[in-house]
């Protein structure tokens, strides 16, 4: 189930969900931050409300919630590599 403040994100957060095979609830809130995103291993994922193109970072945190939820631990590397390749598969 997700859940989010910002309902043009949903179809790229339902799409990754699905490919990434997530389980469980995950929240998205658009906000004000200093970083484009963050993930929490509690499936809250909050992205800055000052990016234009929110779609990346959203990719981005949706897969830390899968290396949280099957590694234990976020890893950049994989996440850098994976978010354009999601991304681009819906837009």
Known sequence: MIY???ASLLPLAAYCYHV???TGEIRIE????EVDGYCYDDGLIE???K?????IALCHEMVHCYQYQYNGYADEEE???LERRLYEQIY
Request: net charge positive; aromatic share 4%; glycine share 4%.
């Open 30 to 33: 658009v906000k004000e931050l």
């Open 20 to 22: 990434l095979n997530l």
């Open 51 to 55: 990016l234009e193109d929110k779609g």
């Open 79 to 81: 996440a850098y590599r």
């Open 4 to 6: 989010t403040n910002c």
């Open 47 to 49: 992205i800055s409300k």
